[in-house]
Nanobody
Framework: VQLVESGGGLVQAGGSLNVSCVAF????????MGWYRQSPGKGREAVAI????????IDLDAVKGRFIISRDFTKKTVHLQMNSLKPEDSATYYCYADTSPRSWGQGIQVTVSS
């Protein structure tokens, strides 16, 4: 599965951004998809997951209540809506799909200025 991310960019603290990820595969989207993020000097951390059967989970306590994950099965796309952004949300955001082996997007930069 090939994953292509879009969106992201630079925003002031308190603003919103959306990152999207399109999956290019040759079958149905019968796998979980989600987002990780990684900032300089830190390990990659799980942010959110959208399961193959429609369940949506925000994994990261620091973004609960601010980030929303959604999925369009028809368009094979997963979105991460990020609201009330903080400088500490600045990171490279990676889309993944739980294929075997796991598939990863190339990463997309989100920068939140104070």
């Amino acid at each position: 599965v090939q994953l292509v991310e879009s969106g992201g960019g630079l925003v002031q603290a308190g603003g919103s951004l959306n990152v999207s990820c399109v999956a290019f595969d040759d079958g149905s989207m019968v796998y979980d998809m989600g987002w990780y993020r990684q900032s300089p000097g830190k390990g990659r951390e799980a942010v959110a997951i959208s399961s193959w059967d429609g369940e949506r989970i925000i994994d990261l306590d620091a973004v609960k209540g601010r980030f929303i994950i959604s999925r369009d099965f028809t368009k094979k796309t997963v979105h991460l809506q990020m609201n009330s952004l903080k400088p500490e949300d600045s990171a490279t955001y990676y889309c993944y799909a739980d294929t075997s082996p796991r598939s990863w997007g190339q990463g997309i930069q989100v920068t939140v200025s104070s």
